[in-house]
């Protein structure tokens, strides 16, 4: 399909996405998913045509980043200005939980000329996205009163049980990869934990991802050394997906056994779920010495989990001994990165440039969230895109 | 009034804005000041009908914040994108107070392709102004000179005088409110210092509020507990204006009694000026024992007059028992964002969205500043925009 | 000539610039180097007359500062501005030296958007420039394995070797102070060290110019104290320049005898190439006490030469008595902004706004080294601008 049929394709899904914060994506219809796909590879055609995307003549993206980023905070000043808005950043104390009045006036204060916010919030078990539902309502009521002359939307750049805009991301690539979403009914993907030097990464991208996966007919392969459960909550969701679309989800404890047959695999460290409550309580109490002592214990733990590396032996048993490997970068790449860590340094470099394709799909996936946040026929204003054919670059 | 009618009226005052920085309101003359008021509100008319103000193709404008801020510094990346340009920060070290030849070639080496520069310079009293004022001369001759295209508008952002932008968006707030500046007349606004726990709070903004109100008939009671006293040389020029314009100005030093009848209150917390003045002494010797003694000192001081905190008591005493709230935000809310604070948490909750709308009117303010320092017929120009008829959002 | 003519001219030069990264003057030829400097005078030109040079609908340039910076910082935004592009921080570990996988991946993480990437990194010998290629082949390989949809180019905002756009900057003053390039041929220009209370300060101004005014004829005057020698490559390569265009280039050690009969005096401190060397080794070992150490052997070496100040005396053995003073800025100014410093402060004030002209250049060579990289036909692209003849500012 060209990029004006693919356009008029889109016209059919009748998405609800328009004036809808993205927070998770199990809150989003499938039809929903596949509306940002599309806009999101559609934004992706017009920048290989070098045609313009930008709908905003002038507009603000907040970002707000409660947390470090390199990656996403690229990719959400990219999604920006793609679309025509200057990103404004919002550097609150990191360490900070705010709440109540200052959210709400915060949120208000921000937003006088504000299209789009951007929330990354993932440090907090329980606050992240308590935190982008809190600022959501105290936006709704800025609109309501008369205080904010737009409800900016809001797209979840990372929280505590969620990263929409990655497990998309990856969506994307996937459908790159097998050709299509229906192509991914019935392939297995292992969502696999790996040994990392470090701690306290966070729950969201597993969790994101058998979340989103088990939406489309995948078997899902959990695998974590015991006592590096998930949030239960989103595994039960995750279980119940997977059976709703004619796929399934199986929690197992050893690494080589998970990949046996793997059409895609996305071995990844994160913190046990107890141990992040625990964490979380800590640092609420600026606990110092306490956030010390549960980082050596961590560590000491992981430790015994070296061999959770995902090396060529693990590769071997995959399906032809090629399952595609996924990560959201930046890996723990034994011999390069740090001594030991998630991954072998071949096997990495073998699909290093994949990975690279996987990341470049998010600017476009945030794009899209925005635009079909801010627009209620996505089609339509992408037709009009086409139309105007404005160059992006050049007179 | 529609806006195009809007903008014809505009066309009738004769202001003198055109290419002088903007600095003190008592420098402007009403006729400066009502157009501000105008533009603003006609580029407010022409975000609700989507209309883009974008004036500049592309553009600088300098942020110079000397100081901490969240809210100016939005406001003024509002204005500034709402007209076309990019904000460009300058972080010099803030601490610093920065004299002759470094003011003189900074101003030239940020300006060479600046067409505004907005800054924050409040905390040192006696130097904010002065500095902002060194800057302009170096431009001045950056510009006859040769070294600059163009010379760039100043706006003062807050200083230790005067918070121009603040007390133009109240005063556009209190236009909205009691319908025009002609209802203004008569109308009795009190500035009431007020209770807070912390110290050191800049006096532009009582100073701001009754340089300007002084203006428009009204009858201004300043409150505070004795020794807090403002510049005496701003609260003079104040008296003046108020003779002038046929209202008055009141100074008196209890709280309740100054609420009586009371159509406007403005109740906040400041250091007073002879505590300011040994704080910018020892801030400039960087005497941090000093400091901290002269801060305990104070704290104990403003711990005397708990009972300077508007409550419902001092509410029930101002006409209807319903006097327009007014605060510059953020308040210290007794039992909200502390103990014991400036405002009652009831109190505030019934006017809080009040003090959003408030705070709304800031980034047109701003842009308004801009328009009419870069454009000799702001309703020429207006006037083109409007015809040009390009949409903000959208294809 | 008019503008047009100018363009037209311009488009009789066949430069090689298109789609290579601007590292070292010396890598470009001359007719490239009168490429850029065609273009920058007719960006000027056209901002002189209201005409917007954007040819960037969206887009993002990203600057890399690994050093801090001011002025280079601002020159870059404003040219990135001009051509409509959005500038996004990237802000690394400062004293970070990234190779390998680090690099490698960032460059393409931050790059799925990226139209141009500027980098400052001038403060490790031997590293600065290789850093800036390892950027240049990790672009090189994410657009040919289809990760990124535009190379980005590299503009080079100072290395450890040189300083390219400030060099520039500094011929296009020349250019205009003495006429045309080809009145360059035969001037004596004196590159001289000169006393500083500071130390460590890069050798990339000193090589840059000594690199570059060797191709067009001059007649360089490299003056320092024994010891304060630059890179010894780089001299010998200005050197052959030297010959090759009918100039030379001589070394010595007496600022007065140095500074006879000049034209051009550029007195400026750096640091010695083999306290530079050894700066890199303490800092690669964050040694800590063995550079305080380093920095008091020098600063005690460099005291022994407070006479290496250019002052009236030195300035009146020159041509006329009034050979043309350059700066980078900030100069380390006796009795302003030091006790004892680079240069005397009546001196300086001489020339002042002659160093702030200077200065001004700037922005116009870093965009044209931007444009030539981007678009393969200059001339036309300008010409295109013209005829669009779209405003920069109004409606």
New interface residues.
């Given amino acids: 399909m060209n990029t004006k049929e693919k356009i008029e394709a889109l016209g059919q899904l009748k998405s609800a996405l328009y004036k809808k914060d993205f927070l998770l994506t199990w809150e989003k219809s499938e039809t929903d998913l596949r509306a940002i796909l599309e806009v999101a590879g559609i934004l992706k055609d017009m920048?290989?045509q070098n045609i313009?995307?930008?709908?905003?003549?002038?507009?603000?993206a907040i970002s707000n980043f409660r947390d470090n980023s390199?990656?996403t905070r690229?990719?959400f000043?990219?999604a920006s200005?793609?679309?025509?808005m200057?990103?404004?950043d919002?550097d609150e104390e990191k360490s900070q939980i705010a709440h109540?009045?200052?959210v709400r006036?915060?949120a208000?204060?921000?937003s006088?000329?504000s299209?789009m916010i951007g929330i990354r919030d993932d440090m907090f078990l329980g606050e992240g996205n308590k935190y982008m539902r809190e600022v959501g309502k105290a936006l709704d009521?800025?609109f309501e009163?008369?205080?904010?002359?737009v409800r900016p939307g809001i797209v979840n750049l990372q929280c505590d049980i969620d990263h929409p805009t990655q497990s998309m991301a990856d969506l994307m690539h996937l459908q790159a990869q097998f050709g299509s979403l229906e192509n991914l009914k019935g392939k297995k993907i292992v969502m696999s934990w790996a040994y990392s030097p470090s701690y306290g990464k966070p729950l969201s991208v597993p969790q994101g991802i058998i979340g989103l996966m088990s939406r489309f007919g995948m078997n899902i392969e959990l695998a974590y050394p015991e006592g590096y459960g998930l949030i239960p909550e989103v595994v039960e969701l995750a279980k119940k997906n997977a059976v709703q679309s004619g796929g399934s989800l199986n929690v197992s404890h050893n690494m080589t056994d998970a990949m046996k047959d793997a059409d895609i695999v996305y071995p990844k460290s994160w913190a046990p779920f107890h141990i992040m409550q625990q964490r979380t309580a800590l640092l609420k109490n600026a606990d110092k010495a306490g956030l010390k002592d549960l980082e050596q214990v961590c560590l000491a733990n992981n430790a015994k989990f070296k061999d959770w590396e995902y090396d060529a032996a693990k590769m071997k048993v995959t399906k032809n001994q090629d399952a595609l490997y996924m990560h959201c970068?930046?890996a723990d790449?034994s011999g390069?990165?740090c001594k030991e860590g998630e991954v072998n340094g071949d096997v990495f470099e073998k699909y290093r440039?994949k990975t690279?394709?996987e990341?470049?799909y998010?600017?476009y996936i945030i794009a899209a969230m925005m635009l079909t946040n801010?627009?209620e026929n996505p089609s339509e204003?992408l037709m009009?895109?086409m139309n105007?054919n404005?160059?992006?670059?050049?007179?």
């Fill in positions: 920048r290989a313009s995307p930008r709908l905003f003549d002038s507009g603000l390199t990656r690229f990719s000043a990219s200005n793609m679309l025509g200057a990103v404004q919002l109540g009045e200052t006036e915060t208000n204060m921000i006088f000329m299209d009521e800025g009163k008369g205080v904010l002359p970068l930046p790449i390069v990165s440039i690279y394709l990341a470049g998010k600017p801010r627009f204003v009009g895109l105007r404005r160059k992006r670059v050049g007179v």
